[in-house]
């Protein structure tokens, strides 16, 4: 049985690996790809240590890293995807899709998750060639242009305001109404570099070699709008379907944890997972545009902490979602799957019947 057990390839699940290794932790790091989200983006400028680099050059950079401390202390298990989870005595066994399983004393889940595409004509096409869905990684690429905005959430009025900090002018457009707090909605609507529509119908993006105009549609009629620059936030699909009922869930299927320490938390005795229809009307995406306020302030309220279990990254339900937060989360737990496993082992029986013997 290996000391501790982490499923994902990202800046997470990296930065516990090679922690794990260097505190001779019996590990085993199961991912089917590397580098998380960003190995799409085609310049990374928030990456800490690096100026700029290639999602790609980033995702070759964690796995070379973590490559290093592979041996004695830490196994790799890549391209193997994680399918099921299930609690044995003393630890927990995770099942690969190569039909082989793993047991471990503890578990980190650094799974992350995707961003829910936009799904109209040309969106496939200019993919990372003026469409993004991310404003930290890309946004300060596209200084002094114009620039729209899909969405109508939080995620979409927080990204607006940051795009406004500056680009030429900033156009947000969502689906239904603004659902973002109402205090968001309305400074980011006094910026005089802001047009905001609502109701309406996305139709396609056109362009040449790079994006050119995003077409829509509204009570008024069909319009192009002259942009070079898309950044879509209509929501995130956390990968945690893989994990059933193991550990609670919010409503956007993210898993709860300690901010404290990242450890997960037992879903509520008698109650299956609490799944909301997100904007797209699809199970399992986290709906940006509902307002934080509406939902509730502490989630883990009345839950009790899973004994082997933590979480980091874009799976949880941490409040920012960044390559740097998630690495720094991923540490975090770590430290405490560390103090666990050595608590732990410092009172099993047999340490125990020996202090005994001792005494």
Same mark, same amino acid.
């Given at each position: 049985m290996y000391d501790l057990a982490i499923v994902g390839g990202g800046p997470a699940g990296v930065s516990a690996g090679v922690y794990a290794a260097r505190k001779r932790l019996k590990t085993i790091?199961?991912?089917?790809?590397?580098?998380?989200?960003?190995?799409?983006?085609?310049e990374v400028q928030n990456w800490i240590g690096e100026k700029s680099i290639t999602g790609l050059d980033l995702a070759r950079k964690l796995r070379e890293h973590v490559e290093v401390y592979a041996g004695e202390w830490l196994t790799i298990r890549s391209p193997h995807r994680a399918m099921s989870i299930k609690e044995i005595d003393g630890g927990i066994?995770?099942?690969?899709?190569?039909?082989?399983?793993?047991?471990?004393?503890?578990?980190l889940i650094a799974s992350g998750s995707n961003r829910r595409k936009l799904e109209i004509p040309g969106a496939k096409e200019y993919d990372q060639k003026g469409l993004t869905y991310c404003a930290s990684c890309d946004g300060p690429l596209f200084a002094?242009?114009?620039?729209?905005?899909?969405?109508?959430?939080?995620?979409?009025?927080e990204t607006a305001m940051q795009l406004l900090a500056y680009?030429?002018?900033?156009?947000?457009l969502a689906r239904n109404d603004f659902r973002a707090d109402e205090l968001t909605v309305e400074k980011v609507l006094k910026n005089p570099k802001l047009k905001a529509f609502k109701n309406v119908t996305m139709l396609a993006i056109e362009g040449e070699k790079f994006v050119t105009g995003l077409r829509y549609k509204d009570a008024s009629?069909?319009?192009?709008?002259?942009?070079?620059?898309?950044?879509?936030?209509?929501?995130?699909?956390?990968?945690?379907?893989?994990?059933?009922?193991?550990?609670?869930?919010?409503?956007?299927?993210q898993i709860i944890v300690d901010p404290? *320490? =990242?450890?997960?938390?037992?879903?509520?005795? #008698?109650?299956? +997972?609490?799944? /909301?229809?997100?904007?797209? !009307?699809?199970r399992g995406v986290?709906?940006?545009?509902?307002?934080? *306020? =509406?939902?509730?302030?502490?989630?883990?309220? #009345?839950?009790? +902490?899973?004994? /082997?279990?933590?979480?980091? !990254?874009?799976c949880t339900n941490g409040k920012y979602h960044q390559n740097n937060i998630a690495s720094g989360d991923a540490v975090?737990?770590?430290?405490?799957?560390?103090?666990?496993?050595?608590?732990?082992?410092?009172?099993?029986?047999?340490?125990?019947?020996?202090?005994a013997i001792v005494v």
């Open positions: 790091l199961i991912t089917d790809d590397w580098g998380g989200q960003s190995n799409v983006s085609p066994e995770i099942t690969c899709s190569d039909g082989k399983s793993h047991e471990a004393q503890t578990l002094d242009q114009d620039v729209a905005v899909v969405g109508g959430g939080n995620a979409a009025f680009c030429k002018s900033v156009t947000l009629g069909e319009t192009l709008l002259p942009v070079t620059g898309i950044f879509v936030e209509i929501g995130l699909i956390p990968n945690t379907e893989w994990l059933g009922d193991i550990v609670a869930k919010n409503k956007y299927r404290w *320490t =990242q450890r997960a938390f037992l879903p509520r005795a #008698g109650s299956g +997972p609490d799944a /909301r229809l997100g904007e797209s !009307g699809s986290v709906d940006t545009t509902m307002s934080e *306020t =509406q939902g509730p302030r502490n989630e883990a309220d #009345g839950l009790l +902490p899973a004994s /082997r279990i933590w979480a980091a !990254g874009d975090k737990a770590l430290e405490d799957i560390y103090a666990f496993i050595h608590m732990e082992k410092n009172h099993s029986p047999a340490v125990e019947e020996k202090a």
